[in-house]
């Protein structure tokens, strides 16, 4: 299966929680025999089996610069069979989420890092139904919110 990874630019140090959850993510992916396509920040060189570095970033400020760069590869990279989010939800990065989701007819999962705000759920929920959690309180949320898939992931070292 050929999964992108998406999160916040991927590069050391490795300071960032979503950053390294999505890193872990698709070392293990690759791992099991999955190709896992990577947006990173340029000039970084993941040392992993399966996984291919997209050198989309010029910096590991998330500025706004960065998430343009990004949207544009998301729009026009090969396809993949999966998307996958390690993003905070915003109604704004829901939307854009959801609209190139849609645009490019891949599935999409989103992971959780933080808690998000109602309205950003709403957005993003119109058209997938999933999502994973970093925290067991927010099952409820979701799934009052309309998910029908929620998984709660363990976090930690």
């Known amino acids: 299966m050929r999964i992108r990874i998406v999160s916040r630019p ?11 959850m999505a890193y872990g993510v698709g070392v293990y992916l690759g791992r ?7 947006p990173v920040v340029q000039n970084f060189h993941p040392l992993a089996e399966n996984v291919v570095a997209e050198p ?36 704004v990065t829901a939307a ?11 599935p999409a999962v989103l992971t959780l890092i933080h808690v ?18 970093g925290n067991k ?4 949320c979701l799934q009052e919110a309309g998910f029908e898939l929620c998984n709660t992931l363990v976090t930690g070292v």
């Open 56 to 91: 989309v970033y010029t910096s590991r400020t998330f500025g706004l610069s960065q998430k343009m760069r990004l949207m544009g590869h998301l729009l026009t990279a090969q396809p993949v069979d999966i998307m996958h989010f390690f993003l905070g939800l915003t109604r």
């Open 32 to 38: 099991h025999q999955h190709t896992v396509y990577m």
């Open 137 to 140: 309180g927010w099952e409820n």
């Open 96 to 106: 854009v989420l959801s609209w190139v989701a849609r645009i490019r007819g891949t």
């Open 10 to 20: 991927i590069a050391p140090s490795w300071d960032s929680g979503s950053m390294n």
């Open 116 to 133: 998000p705000k109602p309205r950003a759920l709403h957005n993003y929920h119109e058209h997938h139904n999933a999502a994973n959690l």
